[in-house]
């Protein structure tokens, strides 16, 4: 993988090259790699490594409007920006499982010289395709209620999803009580 990153490789391939006779602990690594997101498995069946295929395993820096950005560890790719609709869910701070979007090319020739020679559009984007760790397991914030439900507005200023309080998970609260929520 490490000569040729964006070859898939058959199990075979990888045993081979690797002198492996250990068929079946060789297949279980591949899953746990793949369970861990270092590979991703091809329609055909072969391996891949993950960033290879345009997937990362990341922190989202999250802003309060839903939008965020993910390191990559690539240099030459940088940070992805996630839109807030392509956050799906995921909080600043949390671990997550992130895919490059494809990158749009302008379809008229002066758009295209623009496009160029415009910094600010190089950064690429990305969209959340799993949460894979929650760094929030408590949140501080004001509850309030509306329309007989009961929300939590957190203090953390990169968090802008209000969190929906059950009824029975209220406790007495009122409009305007400062609380500390469980994350479930």
Not at 12 to 28: F, N, S, T
Request: glycine share 10%; charged share 25%; net charge positive.
């Amino acid at each position: 993988f490490q000569d040729k990153p964006s070859r898939a490789l058959a199990a075979e391939e990888i045993a081979g090259a690797l002198g492996i006779m250990d068929w079946q602990g060789l297949l279980a690594l591949l899953r746990r790699m793949e369970a861990e997101f270092f590979l991703v498995v091809t329609k055909k069946g072969r391996y891949l490594p993950a960033a290879a295929a345009g997937i990362f395993r990341s922190v989202f820096h999250g802003k309060r409007g839903g939008y965020g950005f993910c390191e990559t560890g690539d240099p030459l790719l940088g940070d992805l920006f996630i839109k807030a609709a392509a956050s799906h869910g995921a909080m600043d701070g949390d671990t997550v499982l992130v895919q490059l979007e494809p990158q749009k090319r302008p379809h008229h020739k002066y758009q295209r010289h623009l496009h160029l020679n415009n910094k600010a559009e190089k950064r690429r984007e990305g969209v959340v395709l799993q949460i894979l760790n929650r760094a929030n397991r408590q949140m501080v914030g004001i509850y309030y209620e509306e329309s007989r439900l009961g929300f939590l507005l957190p203090n953390n200023k990169n968090i802008s999803q209000e969190i929906i309080i059950p009824a029975k998970g209220r406790h007495g609260a009122k409009n305007g009580d400062a609380v500390v929520v469980k994350i479930v």
